[in-house]
């Protein structure tokens, strides 16, 4: 067990629908990082998360969009869902003030499925 | 962060120590050498990282070469629960001035299959 939590764990919903992947760091982790990962594409940098700011933007759609509360958590948003969405979505954390070498943690994943 | 260099696959006979090498001619001096694992459609899973000096903990060893241009990860005593895909990750390292740290980007990695 990671620490890092992830909910729902499995999710189907229909093409153009809207939904929030949540994602709770570990406890005392500022930092938060959403990846993609979908069958033919490997795991892909999303979006990075600093103390509730945004840190680093990677290859995340514009109908894809996240935010990190003041209690740290984060959620994902996406939106007028495709079916090339359907996808594993993995959300990770770290301490983000340590000296160097700081370690990421991942948590199980949320399984999307688009129909 | 420096591309790194990964067989596709490998195999394994239980009990066997699974050496997993990995390429980082590029790598910078801040740059730490990361290991992880996914075993299928579970998360990733940390492994060890090391920055110059060779590194073990209780799930594995790694050696970088002196040069830093090389790294091995061991598994001394393979099982068939370490069937996975392991990837090999350059990282500049987080500091107290910048805080948020960096990204990991992984690469294809190689898929360890350990047999019986």
């Known amino acids: 067990d990671s620490g890092v939590t992830q909910t729902p764990k499995h999710l189907i919903t229909a093409t153009g629908q809207r939904v929030t992947l949540r994602c709770s760091p570990r406890s005392g982790d500022l930092s938060v990082y959403w990846y993609q990962q979908s069958l033919d594409q490997g795991l892909q940098f999303l979006i990075q998360y600093y103390n509730g700011e945004e840190r680093a933007k990677g290859n995340i759609l514009e109908r894809f969009s996240a935010q990190q509360f003041p209690d740290l958590h984060s959620e994902l948003n996406l939106s007028s869902l495709e079916l090339g969405d359907s996808a594993l979505y993995f959300c990770?954390?770290?301490?983000?003030?340590?000296?160097?070498?700081?370690?990421?943690?991942f948590g199980e994943g949320s399984w999307l499925t688009v129909v | 962060d420096a591309k790194t260099t990964q067989p596709p696959s490998m195999d394994c006979a239980e009990g066997r120590a699974a050496n997993l090498p990995c390429n980082h001619s590029?790598?910078?001096?801040?740059?730490?050498v990361y290991w992880y694992r996914q075993i299928h459609s579970q998360g990733p899973q940390y492994i060890i990282h090391g920055l110059k000096n060779n590194e073990t903990n209780e799930m594995a060893s790694l050696i970088i070469t002196e040069d830093r241009k090389s790294s091995t990860l061991i598994l001394p005593h393979a099982t068939l629960r370490d069937t996975a895909v392991y990837y090999c990750i350059v990282r500049v390292g987080e500091s107290l001035l910048t805080g948020g740290g960096n990204k990991l980007t992984f690469g294809t990695g190689t898929q360890l299959k350990v047999e019986l």
């Open positions: 590029t790598i910078s001096g801040n740059e730490y």
């Open positions: 990770a954390s770290s301490v983000g003030v340590r000296s160097s070498g700081n370690t990421i943690y």
